[in-house]
């Protein structure tokens, strides 16, 4: 009774189950790809750490510009992560203006 009321007709649970659960792959390629994929992400997150606080110290340090250029700087890091530190080391670094 219960069966028909939470299962299509003809449909056992087991098989509900068995269609929603993925099926189990007995090849490793998968944890392989999985962690080779975990120590890439790892090492752009660590190089990103080291970009993002290299491009604060050095905004902080600078002696081209006065608290409201740093101030400017610091907030585009914050806003842009990535694209902030590259345009700082590659634009601001040695520019006064």
Same mark, same amino acid.
């Given at each position: /009774?219960?069966?028909?009321? %939470?299962? *299509?007709?003809?449909?056992?649970? $087991? !098989?509900? $189950? #068995? @269609? ?11 944890? %392989? ?5 975990? @120590? ?7 190089? =990103?750490? $080291? ?5 604060? /110290? #050095? @905004?902080?340090?600078? *002696?081209? %510009? ?11 890091? +914050?806003? +842009? ?7 700082? =080391?590659?634009?601001?670094? !040695?520019?006064?203006?």
């Amino acid at each position: /009774m219960f069966q028909n009321l %939470y299962s *299509p007709q003809g449909v056992s649970p $087991v !098989d509900t $189950v #068995s @269609i929603l659960a993925p099926a189990q792959n007995h090849n490793n390629t998968t944890e %392989y790809i999985g962690l080779a994929g975990f @120590i890439v992400l790892s090492l752009a997150a660590i190089l =990103f750490i $080291v970009l993002f606080v290299g491009a604060l /110290m #050095s @905004i902080v340090k600078s *002696p081209n %510009y006065e608290r409201g250029g740093k101030a400017l700087w610091a907030l585009a890091c +914050f806003a +842009f992560p990535v694209i902030g530190p590259l345009l700082w =080391f590659w634009l601001g670094k !040695d520019s006064g203006v």
